[in-house]
């Protein structure tokens, strides 16, 4: 799961006195540790240039459809492919993290004036050689347009996330745009940067703005333009020569939805595609691939990481005994090797390991079940019925929960069955398809435990209110996902500092705090930060994984074949 | 015959509307809905959840809901996909070309080739022939559609290279050769449970048929064996297999919905798995509606077409 986080809850905070370097140490250098997985490296094996005008095409396949093309409007990391390529952002984040001016002309900083020293008023300088796919000059008008439509009551926008506090829009010249905070939010740098921006030419002209020809053939000022689309098969999209960025080198990009992945590794194998976008080749290909003539595999980290979500309301649950000795009694590394083929790593933190953010040092997970079982004995749970624990009337025994279908986490759950019988603890498996699990079940928190992947970054910031806030639990009327009904109020604390915080070494230390507290209370039980293996033929080059977007296919600009 | 034909009709409307009531009801009360993919994907609270839901008028109460949809989809108004917006007409539109090519190009080679098997069979009854067509049948009618597309693409894709892994055409290419490359592998593998079952079908007809006293008659009158066959025989032979016919529809349909998710041909099959996936409520109502119409009007057309060459069944 990807998610965009924001803050919720949290109340107005006065923003203290600045650093100059604040904000260009959130901008520039916000994520300055945030860089690849060791197990990607650069495409640099043929130190060849890009052809000097747009060459061949590219067919990538993706395992999901890309439906939704209006950047704005609700849609999945799939869609994001498209978007990347139609539309720009005011600045976008590269694979260290760095925020890159795209339609602006620089990002905005204390510095730079772009930003106040409360951290309240934005003023944002664009590009005046920008133009829509159209011919129509790209101005400040739009990025107004965007910003009021995000805003727009009768817009079914995805979320409102930081924009809600936008306020006093004032278009100053025709590059040059400033509005007004209603509370210092340093999230919202990252939030623009995955915000694309929509023309004003096109769709103030529509009735519905929810549902015009735009949506289904976009015009945007990105690298690429809108070409053909046929549905359950393929988008097509033409190589924009206006584009006022690096690229796009390649004549034509095709996104090819190919829903089952053996089949897409296997057309892949067969060379029938270029490139395995998302979801990428399945662990076990993965070795196999490697092996292949003329093709190159990268398995890169995602922000992604697969946890155990217990539902701290659930009986057992409640009690951090109970959590610590299910925690020590998972073998994870039996997970990672025997499951994965050995390709994520462990983890304790909600934040991956190549951000900025992330806290060094956290307790490592120990494989320890006669720890477990000592802990439990000492709390009180005594064996029962069945060598199945209890206490005051309360047994161990709970459903775990996920996706039907996806065999890698089926295995799982029969691997922590057997682990936690050891201990006395009992599981079975309540799976269910995803339309369904995701729907109440998981918003309402009507599981007992659920095994998921959770991304809970926003590009590059940790802002978790929406995951970890008492005030974002739905089943409680929050509005957040909290839907492990975690509630602290330290950690409540500690989010809303971090959210009106600009100083990165400030930020740092709150966001360490954060996830001691989350490790220490065992808030969720992490297993391992996300990987995805894609493959790539030989000789295309520009390939650059990004963990800051949702997919690695955010800068196909960028390739060309050598 | 016109108060047989609007008996029939009658009885075909109503069971369209009984059909979308129930699919109505059964798709909206299975748990989930056409946002939870949002929420296991991306990027909106519980908040825009309610927020969009509200304005997908998804909150209203199942029977107006329903009423709404099928007061507007007499209308010719079929509502519009909730994944890409467009109307579902034009959804289905854009998918039923692909689905269509396959399921024709396969009953073909089916109907010829499970004909010929049959009837061959039924002449050469227990030969070494009628003994291998039955275990082939069986064997055909056993294995899942979704193993055999995966081990055709494995001998002819991935070990021999003959044909393509999968795709409608080649992007860019579209020519008819180009075409028909792709269309042979899927269009086999859907074809094999049909030409089986269009086999044993004949064959059954076919001795049914060859024992008759018409076809001694007219062997003891002195007819050449092969007018005795194609003429007596295989005519009405043929007779009860407009039935079959009629309803092979939704098992070709079936067999199309995987053999389109393996050899990723985009038609209807995979749009119906998608839509119900991604719970696109108009999408997959539209689909279901559509193929209810289309096997009501193949069973319709076979029983017409029955009344027709016997007069009996209108009196029954």
Known sequence: MADETGRFGVPALHFGVPSRRRF???????????????????????????????????????????????????????DQGIWWQVFSPLWFIDPDGKFIPDLAREVPTIENGGLSADGLTWKIKLRSDVKWHDGTPFTADDVKFSLELINNPDFRVRNRVGHSL????????????????????????????????????????????????????????????????????????????????????????????????????????????DYTGLQGILP????????????????????????????????????????????????????????????????????????????????????????????????????????????????????????????????????LIQDWRAIGAAMRVNNMPAAVIWGDFWQQSKFNSVLVSVNFMLGSDPDVTPRFGSGAIPAKGGRGYNTYQYRSLEVDRLLAEGAKQFDLAQRKATYGDLQKLIRNDLAILPLFQGFIAEGVKEGLQGFRPNINTSINCWNVREWYWA | MARYIVNRLGQAIMLLVMVSAIGFAILHLAPGGPLSQYAASAQMTQEDLDRVTKQLGLDRPLPIQYLDWFGRMVKGDWGRSYRDGETVLSVIGSHLGATFELMLTAT????????????????????LFDTLATVGAMIALSIPTFWFGLVTIYVFSVKLGWLPAGNRETVGDGSLLDLLHHLIAPALVLALVETAMWGRFMRSSMLEVINQDYIRTA??????????????????????????????????????????????????????????????????????????????????????????????????
């Open chain 2, 219 to 316: 062997r003891a009158k002195g007819m050449p064996e092969w007018r005795v066959l194609t003429v007596h025989a295989l005519r009405n032979a043929l007779l009860p297999m407009i039935t079959v016919a009629g309803l092979q529809f939704p098992t070709l349909l079936g067999g199309a919905l995987v053999a389109e998710t393996v050899f990723t041909w985009p038609g209807m099959g995979r749009l119906f798995l998608d839509s119900i996936g991604y719970r696109d409520y108009p999408v997959v109502m539209g689909i279901l509606m559509f193929s209810a119409t289309m096997v009501l009007i193949g069973s319709l057309l076979a029983d017409i077409l029955y009344a027709v060459v016997d007069p009996r069944i209108r009196v029954g």
């Open chain 2, 108 to 127: 073909i080679i089916a109907v010829l080739l499970g004909c010929w098997i049959g009837v061959l069979g039924a002449l050469r009854r227990y030969s």
């Open chain 1, 24 to 78: 260009i140490q959130l901008g520039a250098g916000a994520a300055a540790g945030w860089t690849l997985s060791g197990t990607a490296p650069a495409q640099t094996e043929r130190p060849t240039t890009p052809p000097d005008k747009p060459r061949g095409q590219v067919i990538a396949a993706l395992s999901q459809e890309p439906t939704v093309f209006h950047p704005l409007m609700p849609g999945i990391e799939v």
């Open chain 1, 166 to 273: 936008v306020k006093d829009i004032k278009v100053v010249a025709s590059d040059e745009i400033h509005w007004r905070m209603e509370s210092p939010y340093s999230p919202y740098m990252s939030i623009l940067s995955l915000t694309f921006i929509v023309p004003k030419h096109i769709l103030e002209k529509v009735s519905d703005p929810n549902s015009s020809p735009f949506h289904n053939a976009p015009v945007g000022t990105g690298p690429f333009r809108w070409a053909e689309r046929v549905p359950g098969d393929h988008i097509q999209l033409n190589a924009y020569a206006g584009y006022h960025g690096k690229g796009p080198y390649l004549e034509r990009v095709v996104f090819k939805y190919i829903p089952d992945l053996t089949v897409l590794y296997t057309q892949f194998r067969t060379g029938q595609v």
């Open chain 1, 284 to 415: 076990n290909f993965v070795q196999e691939a490697k092996t292949l003539k003329g093709r190159r595999i990268f398995v890169s980290a995602t922000s992604s990481v697969e946890h155990l979500a217990l539902n701290l309301e659930f009986g057992p649950f409640a009690d951090r005994t109970v959590r610590e000795a299910l925690y020590l009694a998972i073998n994870k590394q039996a997970i990672i090797d025997a499951l994965n083929y050995g390709l994520p790593t462990q983890t304790e933190s909600f934040v991956p390991q190549q951000a900025w953010s992330f806290q060094q040092g956290l307790p490592q997970h120990k494989y320890d079940p006669a720890k477990a079982n000592a802990l439990l004995d000492a709390a009180g749970w005594a064996r029962g019925a069945g060598g199945v624990r209890e206490k005051g009337g309360v047994k161990l025994e709970f459903t775990n929960s996920t996706t039907s279908g996806n065999a890698v986490r089926e295995q799982t759950q029969q691997l």
